[in-house]
């Protein structure tokens, strides 16, 4: 019966409905990351990935295409929305290069170390987000598959139910009960709606009916569903045991309330300095401008830029582990105000020598990095206020320069650490740099590096984050970065030099109130990060190689006026003409170009790869592609043959064997393209079959009488007759292999249809 318009659009819709729901599994599904970040820098990435994905492969589905060619279509569409939403200014042409295979190898090796330190809600960092989006589309994909495809409701759900899993294992309890009620909505639309759809097409209808028919189970459904989302969420907190301890915690494991595992402040620079440049953090009211530090970072492991310290409880004054000898202190005593500033930490100018009064008593303190941190008992320091008091030091440049070249033993231990693999070729650099700039002792040799990237390097946030080795060679390569790079260049440079050195993460003075100089209003585009040479007798001493930013009252020693972004401009604030120094070089006359390393220091320095590059990501994935494929036929075929194995071995008569053997039989035919008719007797569809192939017409036809006998008629079959019917099966098979060309019978063992047929 053909069906009428009206017919055809509610079909068109049910269709179009059980997509929109699929794609809403997912996304509800992607909803629950807020259960794992802090912020929502992640949202528009991944839920751009999502709706992109299901666009994608309902595309290419409904274009007819295969498996195999709308996998490779997929692929290629997600490796361009990933780089395009995340790489962008590595591209060449809209197309990856070798700089987005290595920004990526960095951002996915940065996020597997950080996976095993940090605990959620966490930084979404990039290789995160990246990560999230691969999984995204993989979902994507596999759920399309099994609902449109394999007509499985089940399968569907159990890719995005994977992902949903993940994050309420690893997730904070954040809105958990709200999340799992938006996923199961999503399922339970999804799975009224594939019904809707697989029904039209395998019930008949009477006359006219169907769409009174259609409606009247959508409203059942409705409420049905209604009724099970509701019930989930009513009954569900109130099980027993529901609001018990869980058996197994994945909280710290040796509750030392010395130690705390929080993500590296580092890698939170480029998400503030972008995604949150608008939003204040904190403010302070201090008599003086000042860079106001976070945190600093003492280990390097060839990846991020970290500390493992241990905080001792903090109140009045604060112990110093290093004495400033050469150097002229002013105290400077700041009041703190933070609002959104999202981390544990607590901003303070450095080094904070005596807390005054807080709005909180667990403030706690690490000597070794000047670093102040909020008690377990706030889960970050937004709300606090509190007074504390700095020793600011000024250095005097001819102390530095005159410094013995002897550190303490902990210094050393401590501060030179750098990977076995680091880049040989920056290593050369930094010898070559210091080299040229006559440099004779660690400050001058310090100077040396700041003013090479000052002069010779662009500031830019456009450039994918992170610091690793890779990246450092990426950096030196093409001049260009933000300060998360020449903060941790210059410090990784500096330890193969032989000069102790860390990396500190905090922000700079911000923006002046105008009705009170004396406050500072300090937003995300403040934030910032800078490296800090340790200079015997000395401690500490701050450089800027980030081009427009320097620390206010420093330019004695760095030689750079105190500056910094406000919007899109750069403020430089006015400091007095310095005395010169004899200990000062002249490094703006003695740097002269950078030689290249000898040729037998190591690999050269990355470049972009271009064309090549491409060709590799085009190779890997190509690979990948061949394994996931392989992976496929195997599963496919082993799960036709142990299908048509069981089918006979669970037929209980002879009987059911001779129409198991017809039913392989009628499947086997599938390389012709032929398919039983609903109206069709078996002998008929055997005739049929006959007349249009060339095939042996008799043991078809014959098989046929032989099934239509042993299924309507009074006695069981007996085992002769099933001996003949397994060899007009094998005469039949042999007659397809002669019909049907080797692409329509590969074609055949792996289309994955016929394991779904009732």
């Not at 910032?528 to 009252?553: D, K, L």
């Amino acid at each position: 019966m053909t069906k009428g318009p009206s017919q055809r659009c509610t079909d068109a819709g049910v269709f179009i409905g059980a997509e929109l729901f699929l794609a809403l599994i997912t996304i509800t599904a992607v909803a629950g990351f807020s259960r794992l970040f802090l912020d929502r820098s992640w949202v528009g990435p991944l839920f751009t990935a999502a709706v992109v994905a299901h666009l994608c492969v309902a595309a290419v589905r409904r274009s007819g295409r295969g498996l195999l060619l709308s996998g490779a279509v997929t692929v290629v569409v997600m490796t361009l929305q990933i780089t395009w939403t995340h790489y962008r200014p590595t591209l060449r042409a809209g197309l990856p290069t070798g700089l987005t295979r290595n920004a990526v190898d960095a951002d996915l090796t940065a996020a597997w170390n950080l996976f095993s330190e940090v605990k959620a809600p966490t930084e979404p960092v990039v290789g995160f987000v990246v990560v999230a989006s691969l999984a995204i589309w993989v979902i994507a994909y596999l759920s399309d598959w099994a609902a449109f495809r394999l007509w499985s409701a089940l399968e569907t759900v159990l890719p995005s139910f994977a992902m949903f899993v993940f994050i309420a294992f690893f997730g904070d309890a954040q809105d958990r009960l709200a999340m799992a009620a938006l996923y199961l909505a999503a399922i339970v639309g999804f799975q009224l709606f594939h019904r809707l759809m697989r029904q039209s097409h395998e019930v008949r209808w009477l006359a006219g009916t169907q769409i009174l028919g259609t409606s009247a189970i959508m409203r059942a459904g409705v409420v049905m569903s209604a009724v099970v989302v509701l019930g989930a969420i009513v009954a569900g907190p109130a099980l027993p045991g529901a609001e018990t301890e869980p058996i197994l915690g994945i909280d710290d494991g040796d509750n030392n309330a010395d130690t705390r595992i929080v993500i590296s402040p580092i890698v939170d620079i480029r998400g503030r300095l972008v995604d949150q440049k608008d939003v204040e953090a904190f403010t302070v009211r201090s008599e003086q401008p000042s860079y106001w530090r976070l945190a600093s970072l003492d280990s390097f492991n060839g990846q991020i830029w970290g500390a493992d310290n241990k905080y001792g409880k903090a109140s009045g004054g604060l112990d110093d582990d290093f004495d400033v000898e050469d150097a002229s202190l002013t105290i400077l005593e700041q009041e703190f105000t933070v609002s959104n500033l999202g981390a544990v930490w607590i901003p303070a100018a450095y080094e904070p020598r005596r807390i005054v009064e807080s709005s909180d008593d667990s403030i706690s303190y690490e000597p070794l990095s000047g670093t102040l941190i909020v008690g377990r008992s706030l889960e970050d320091s937004d709300g606090l206020t509190y007074t504390l008091e700095s020793e600011i030091p000024s250095f005097d440049p001819v102390a530095l320069a005159a410094a013995p070249n002897s550190y303490p033993t902990d210094v050393l231990d401590r501060y030179l650490g750098l990977p076995e693999d680091f880049s040989a070729d920056a290593r050369a650099l930094a010898f070559n740099i210091v080299n040229d700039a006559g440099a004779t002792n660690d400050f001058e040799e310090a100077r040396a590096l700041q003013d090479f990237f000052r002069e010779g390097f662009t500031y830019d946030l456009t450039v994918g984050e992170g610091h690793s080795s890779a990246r450092i060679d990426q950096f030196l390569a093409s001049g260009i970065g933000y300060c998360e790079q020449f903060a941790g260049a210059f410090a990784a440079m500096a330890r193969a030099l032989g000069i102790p050195s860390r990396v500190a993460v905090g922000f700079t003075w911000g923006e002046v109130d105008e009705n009170d100089p004396n406050l500072y209003h300090v937003r995300g585009e403040h934030a910032h990060a800078w490296p800090e040479v340790y200079i015997p007798g000395s401690g500490w001493v701050p450089f800027e190689p980030t081009p427009t930013r320097g620390a206010p009252n420093s330019s004695q020693w760095t030689g750079v006026d105190a500056e910094q972004a406000i919007g899109s401009t750069t403020e430089v604030l006015p400091t007095p003409a310095a005395t010169p120094s004899a200990a000062d070089p002249g490094f703006e006359d003695v740097l002269p170009p950078v030689i290249e390393p000898p040729a037998d220091t190591g690999p050269a320095p990355i470049e972009d790869q271009g064309v090549a590059g491409w060709v590799k990501i085009v190779g890997l994935v190509a690979v990948g592609g061949v394994a996931l494929a392989g992976i496929y036929a195997a599963l496919v075929v082993g799960l036709k043959r142990r299908r048509t194995t069981r089918r006979f071995a669970q037929a209980e008569s002879n009987s059911q064997r001779v129409n198991a053997v017809w039913n392989e039989t009628v499947e086997l035919l599938s390389p012709l393209g032929v398919q039983p008719v609903p109206s069709e007797t078996m002998p008929e569809f055997a005739r049929r079959v006959s007349a249009e192939n060339v095939l042996a017409k008799a043991d078809l036809e014959d098989l046929g009488t032989l099934a239509v006998a042993a299924r309507y008629g009074p006695r069981d079959a007996d085992d002769a007759a099933v001996s003949i019917a397994q060899s007009h099966r094998d005469a039949v098979v042999t007659a397809v292999i002669a019909s049907s060309t080797s692409t329509e019978r590969l074609k055949d063992s792996l289309d994955p249809r016929v394991l779904v047929k009732r």
